[in-house]
């Protein structure tokens, strides 16, 4: 992984792509003043245990961290929220990411991977996270939420200005020195639009997510429209990043492992393998956090109640206890238990649509471009707790 590092110019953060990495399972680190979890072990126990390390980390940011809630609200952030109200809430669209319902959308997304990819050819080349893998999953996600299509350069705005800075966040240093209010405009705007289709929604109902959201109920009520909109917001952001890296990500582990590229050239049916074992060697979000409830003791560190942990992912799914020769990108994995899409009652909801995407995807561009093959100047995404490709051309 060491020479990947280099070949593809990863920053030194993305500590997990420049090989196996030594020190304990869980350490506190004093420049972030969280508790980091780095081991598969320790990392599966937490995502299954939501009664010790809950997902509420908001509360323990210090005083300005957050802006106040006049115009910052995180109620129906969904990823933020713990049992039992979590299932509530999970529930009101749950239906709509079903196998059959996702399944039913593979003709629809093997049609936009030919437009798009009919269009690239046309143009002569292919950069692959403009034309193929950022456009597809949101044209996906929009379609489904009921928002205009035409809209996803807007998306990527907001998106790139909420996620791809490389500050690392950190609880020990003051909130003014961290560009905090760099995510607090593009915010606004995405809290503003999404609130107007919600308002559209309630005069003029239509079959989409956001109908789904504003007419449902829990416990006999409507929900607030801040909590329609933040959960609007989760399933448009979340619903096309993880699937735009995850498709970057493959391509570069083909690149990387050749042998393997041809394997799935021959062989179709390796296809689905590729995108499991891309998401455990490259995985997309390679963090999550959490916060103690209670004192807990997680491998051989005991750790106070109310603590912050960053339970590291893209290290658990590297951890040679769990998986042997873990730096190699092996196909024939089995089994292959990574965590990159989390665990527990936050495995990801989107899994099931961003795997089916991955799969159609890759499987039309092998067809199209096939061998794959990484042009000079490969720009990885900033983001110290992301994993993913901004930029990829084909040679």
């Known amino acids: 992984m060491t020479d990947l590092a280099t070949r593809y110019n990863i920053p030194g953060q993305h500590f997990w792509l420049h090989g196996p990495r030594s020190g304990p399972a869980v350490e506190f680190d004093a420049q972030t003043g969280m508790w980091s979890v780095y081991g598969y072990p320790e990392a599966h126990d937490i995502l299954?245990?939501?009664?010790?390390?809950?997902?509420?980390?908001?509360?323990?940011?210090?005083?300005?961290?957050?802006?106040?809630?006049?115009?910052?609200?995180?109620?129906?952030?969904?990823?933020?929220?713990?049992?039992p109200l979590h299932g509530k809430l999970r529930k009101l669209v749950s239906s709509a990411f079903t196998r059959k319902v996702v399944a039913d959308l593979e003709p629809r997304i093997a049609e936009l991977t030919r437009e798009l990819l009919d269009a690239a050819k046309e143009r002569g080349h292919l950069e692959l996270v403009t034309d193929l893998a950022y456009p597809l999953p949101v044209i996906v996600i929009a379609e489904l939420l009921g928002v205009p299509t035409s809209d996803r350069d807007l998306f990527k705005q907001w998106a790139d200005a909420l996620f791809q800075r490389d500050a690392k966040f950190s609880l020990s240093e003051p909130a003014e020195t961290q560009q905090m209010d760099a995510a607090i405009k593009p915010w606004k705007e995405m809290t503003a639009y999404l609130a107007a289709h919600a308002a559209e929604r309630r005069a003029h109902p239509r079959a989409d997510l956001i109908t789904r959201l504003v007419e449902a109920e829990v416990d006999g009520e409507r929900l607030p429209d801040d909590q329609v909109v933040n959960f609007a917001m989760t399933l448009l952001l979340a619903g096309h990043i993880t699937t735009t890296m995850l498709l970057g990500n493959t391509v570069l582990c083909l690149d990387a492992f050749p042998d393997q590229q041809a394997r799935v050239m021959a062989d179709r049916s390796l296809v689905p393998h590729a995108i499991e074992e891309s998401l455990r060697l490259f995985t997309p979000f390679a963090a999550v956090s959490r916060a103690t409830r209670r004192e807990v003791t997680v491998g051989e560190a005991t750790i106070p109640a109310d603590q912050m942990m960053l339970v590291w992912l893209a290290a658990a799914n590297r951890?040679?206890?769990?998986?042997?020769?873990?730096?190699?990108?092996?196909?024939?994995?089995?089994?292959?238990?990574?965590v990159a899409f989390?665990?527990?009652?936050?495995?990801?909801?989107?899994?099931?649509?961003?795997?089916?995407?991955?799969?159609?995807?890759?499987?039309?561009?092998?067809?199209?471009?096939?061998?794959?093959?990484?042009?000079e100047g490969v720009e990885m995404i900033p983001t110290p707790t992301m994993t993913g490709v901004r930029r990829l051309a084909l040679a």
Not at 59 to 75: H, N, Q, T, Y
Not at 319 to 337: M, S, V
Not at 345 to 374: M, Q, S, T, W
């Open 48 to 83: 299954g245990d939501p009664e010790t390390f809950s997902s509420n980390t908001l509360r323990l940011l210090p005083k300005g961290m957050v802006p106040d809630s006049e115009e910052f609200s995180m109620e129906g952030f969904i990823t933020q929220i713990d049992p």
């Open 319 to 338: 951890d040679p206890r769990q998986f042997a020769d873990p730096e190699t990108f092996d196909l024939g994995r089995d089994p292959n238990p990574h």
């Open 342 to 375: 989390g665990r527990g009652v936050h495995f990801c909801l989107g899994a099931p649509l961003a795997r089916l995407e991955g799969r159609v995807a890759l499987d039309i561009l092998l067809d199209y471009f096939g061998p794959l093959r990484a042009a």
